[in-house]
């Protein structure tokens, strides 16, 4: 699972290298992301991620950023980290790590429509540590008609992430996530 993420990220930056345009200059994300819907069988996991992303666009196609995330990760019932009670239980965490994309469509009047893949870890030594891997299609909606050069614009995205637990006392997760925020550039 983790070639294949790793693998189709690469793809799409060697398909785009040769994009064309000029637009260069600083971008960032800030967002919420609402984790659950879990691929693997672990229904009673969901986590809240507050991330912060700022990086740079090397042309209106191609950019790269450094995501910054506070999660918060919670497990009901039976099955969480060791907890015997049955009870549920929560942790948090930082991760941070690199995030590649590509603006697929940019236009004046429908937004921009891009597609980011990110590879990260956590931060803090605590009872869950894992690697992720993100895959995640997001669309900024254009806030005027007369773009200027740096904008705010409300985002919205959908994707995929599997987080790599380092520990035996939590399996991997597979989770569909919702994220929503502003996007600046």
């Known amino acids: 699972m983790k070639r294949v993420i790793i693998l189709s990220i690469l793809a799409i930056f060697v398909s785009v290298s040769a994009a064309s345009a000029q637009e260069k200059g600083y971008t960032a994300v800030f967002s919420l992301r609402e984790e659950a819907f879990n691929m693997n069988g672990h229904n009673n996991f969901f986590s809240t991620n507050f991330s912060l992303a700022p990086g740079y666009a090397f042309n209106s196609r191609l950019f790269l950023r450094a995501q910054l995330d506070v999660v918060i990760a919670m497990w009901d019932g039976a099955g969480s980290i060791s ?26 009047g429908h937004g921009i429509l891009d597609l980011t893949g990110s590879v990260g870890h956590s931060l803090l030594v605590n009872r869950w540590r894992y690697v992720y891997y993100d895959l995640g299609v997001n669309w900024a909606i254009p806030v005027s008609s007369n773009p200027r050069k740096f904008e705010f614009r409300p985002y919205f995205g959908v994707g995929v992430r599997y987080n790599d637990s380092y520990r035996s006392t939590m399996s991997d997760l597979c989770n569909f996530y919702v994220q929503v925020g502003f996007r600046f550039n």
């Open 83 to 108: 907890n015997r009670s049955g009870s549920g239980t929560y942790t948090t965490n930082v991760t941070l790590g690199p995030a590649f994309g590509v603006n697929v469509m940019k236009d004046k």
